[in-house]
């Protein structure tokens, strides 16, 4: 009887105890889970701030480079026209090319066939395409970029003051390419790594391809998370991720393009999961304490 009576005394602070771990896991969980929805929202959308900063400043710049070559060939065309119908025989051509900056300087007949080049050696004979529209046009002034060998490639073209056809300008800038480095959504996610140690990456949810990541390696490879998941404009969910359960933090960056930050679980859980170890030693020493206690009372009487 005594024994049954030492263990019913036990059975309401084991109760309790189990009930005040079980609050604790639930509720510093939330608390957990939320701070770092929190803190990962702050980062994302701070990676998205200077991702579109950086952008504004090389697509700003762009335009700037344009309009300056648009008018250095102007001149060009100017100058092309004033000089002697042999200046491609000497120095003149080159040192045009020199004054004006630029890499190369096309002249075409009102064909578009490419009747003179400072690069003799170009395989170019016919103007490109896109200024098709400037043979027909008596003031023309285009300017089209390419990207080549991870440089951005200027061809301006403006209509010949006599003659007809065109003249054409090719620049590159080295300014504009060290800064389209700054552009690239990989680098700023590089230089901003995750808050928890995780993984960040920009995906493409029509493709289902990273198009940035913290590892440029696996730019352009599979997004294992489906675009399904990415149901609001910013949020999180739990998901496997390389076979560790984690949390994906993210938010849009356009309509189709998704910032995310894969976070572990064990990095988001770790205050609850060393407030739980400390309340189950507490609470075993407690309840052991009690049931001591209550033994060596129960003898002495």
């Not at 939320?34 to 701030?49: M, P, Y």
């Not at 016919?126 to 200024?131: N, P, S, T, V, Y």
């Not at 060290?178 to 995906?203: C, H, N, Q, V, W």
């Not at 170890?277 to 001591?292: E, K, P």
């Amino acid at each position: 009887m005594k024994k049954f009576s030492l263990y019913r005394i036990l059975i309401a602070p084991v109760i309790i105890s189990a009930i005040i771990i079980y609050i604790a896991f639930y509720s510093i969980g939330v608390v957990e889970k939320h701070l770092a929805s929190d803190t990962a929202a702050e980062h994302l959308s701070a990676i998205i701030t200077g991702i579109r900063e950086d952008r504004n400043k090389y697509e700003q710049m762009k335009e700037e480079l344009c309009s300056e070559y648009e008018l250095r060939t102007q001149t060009l065309s100017v100058l092309v026209s004033q000089l002697p119908k042999t200046f491609s025989e000497d120095m003149t051509s080159e040192e045009l090319r020199i004054a004006s900056g630029a890499d190369e300087i096309m002249i075409t007949d009102r064909n578009g066939l490419v009747i003179f080049s400072t690069t003799p050696e170009s395989k170019t004979e016919f103007a490109d395409e896109r200024f098709r529209k400037g043979l027909t046009v008596k003031q023309y002034c285009s300017t089209v970029t390419d990207e080549k060998d991870g440089q951005v490639i200027f061809q301006t073209a403006v209509t010949r003051r006599s003659g007809g056809g065109l003249v054409i300008a090719v620049f590159k800038s080295p300014a504009l390419n060290e800064l389209s480095k700054y552009a690239d959504a990989s680098l700023m996610i590089r230089r901003s790594p995750s808050f928890g140690d995780g993984t960040i990456a920009m995906a493409d949810t029509e493709t289902g391809k990273f198009v940035a990541h913290g590892n440029a390696s696996l730019i352009g490879s599979d997004c294992i998370i489906p675009a399904e998941k990415f149901r609001k404009q910013k949020g999180y969910f739990s998901f496997r991720y390389t076979l560790e359960p984690s949390f994906v933090f993210y938010e849009y960056f356009d309509d189709h393009t998704v910032l995310m930050d894969i976070v572990s679980k064990e990095y988001v859980y770790t205050k609850r999961t060393l407030v739980l170890i400390w309340l189950i030693v507490l609470d075993f020493t407690v309840i052991l304490t009690c049931f001591l206690s209550t033994r060596s009372y129960r003898k002495n009487n």
